[in-house]
């Protein structure tokens, strides 16, 4: 195929050490906020990388709803392939794969649940379509047909809606909340010409005033 043999020159823009900011979080909004300023189609889309109880590794793609001083927050079912993982090995790797402007970051860290709290309050936000679905939907378990799903959708948006055509609250399930990743590393990457690509690491430590180092790797 033609296109496993191209190649694109990804420029002379670089990425070093003295434009970085001393707070991996504060670098990575930095990015984020350029990225969605070159106008990539949902930028907060994030590559999740989980190992499964039996050891095999899994991903998916999902979307990256907050970022703080904890970590990376997302929201998925508990009961989902990446849930079960979760559970049995609560780590995992991050990738924002930023193509068009030639960047990406890894991060990888330690995951733990958001607070029901935390959970029920950004389930509120969702449109009324996405909280019947989530309620609705056994992710990852298998399903006869696309069908069959939608009749589940139908029944529940039928359940609660009063005869007056008044909407009853949707409410988070107890089997679906928010995730938090608490990174122990986070690679920032830049494309460049002949592929010698910038490669800039943080790595969490106690050893210094922002508590974190950060190492320039080859490409």
């Keep these: 195929m033609d296109s496993l043999a191209a190649h694109n020159d990804y420029g002379d823009a670089a990425l070093d050490e003295g434009s970085l900011d001393a707070d991996p979080f504060a670098q990575f909004r930095r990015w984020l906020a350029e990225a969605e300023s070159a106008g990539l189609e949902e930028p907060n889309a994030m590559v999740v990388g989980t190992v499964d109880p039996d050891g095999v590794p899994s991903s998916r793609t999902v979307l990256l709803r ?3 001083d904890r970590g990376f927050a997302f929201y998925s079912n ?3 392939r990446k849930g079960l993982a979760l559970a049995t090995n609560p780590s995992a790797s991050l990738l924002f794969p930023w193509y ?3 960047r ?5 860290g330690a995951v733990t649940r958001l607070s029901a709290e935390e959970s029920d309050a950004y389930f509120a936000s969702r449109p009324r379509g996405s ?7 056994d992710q990852s378990q298998p399903i006869a047909s696309r069908a069959e799903l939608e009749r589940r959708v139908e029944q529940l948006t039928a359940e609660l809606t009063a005869e007056d055509g008044t909407e009853r609250a949707a ?3 107890a089997h679906w909340g928010g995730y938090v990743v608490d990174p122990h590393r986070i690679e920032f990457w830049k494309g460049r010409t002949s ?3 910038d490669r800039l690491v943080y790595t969490r430590t ?3 005033v922002t508590g974190w180092t950060v190492t320039r790797l080859q490409p």
Excluded at 104 to 108: D, G, N, R, S, T
Excluded at 131 to 136: H, K
């Design 104 to 108: 990406q970051v890894i991060v990888q």
């Design 206 to 208: 106690a050893d210094t």
């Design 195 to 197: 592929r010698l690509h």
């Design 66 to 68: 907050g970022v703080d």
């Design 78 to 80: 508990y009961g989902s």
């Design 131 to 137: 909280r019947l679905a989530a309620i609705a939907s």
């Design 100 to 102: 068009p402007v030639h």
């Design 171 to 173: 409410e988070r399930p």
